[in-house]
């Protein structure tokens, strides 16, 4: 969780553009992982690395 990193994976074929709120990550097609260093959840929002996805975390 807070500090914590994350995997991200979204189908940009599939998945707009889309905020992650409240835990709905199954309703945008979005599967989370705990640990990996693929992205760093700083700030309280992250980013895949081909900008598809926008995380905004609301577990401050």
């Keep these: 969780m807070g500090g914590g990193?994350?995997?991200i994976w979204a189908?940009?074929?599939?998945v707009p553009p889309?905020?992650?709120i409240s835990g709905k990550a199954a309703?945008?097609?979005?599967?989370i992982?705990?640990?990996d260093?693929?992205?760093?959840?700083?700030?309280?929002?992250i980013r895949d690395r081909s900008n598809?996805?926008?995380i905004a975390?609301?577990?401050k």
């Design 57 to 59: 975390s609301s577990n």
């Design 18 to 20: 889309v905020t992650w």
């Design 37 to 45: 260093d693929f992205v760093k959840c700083n700030s309280g929002s």
């Design 33 to 35: 992982e705990d640990v």
């Design 5 to 7: 990193r994350l995997k």
């Design 52 to 54: 598809a996805l926008v």
């Design 11 to 14: 189908d940009t074929a599939v």
């Design 27 to 31: 309703e945008v097609g979005v599967a």
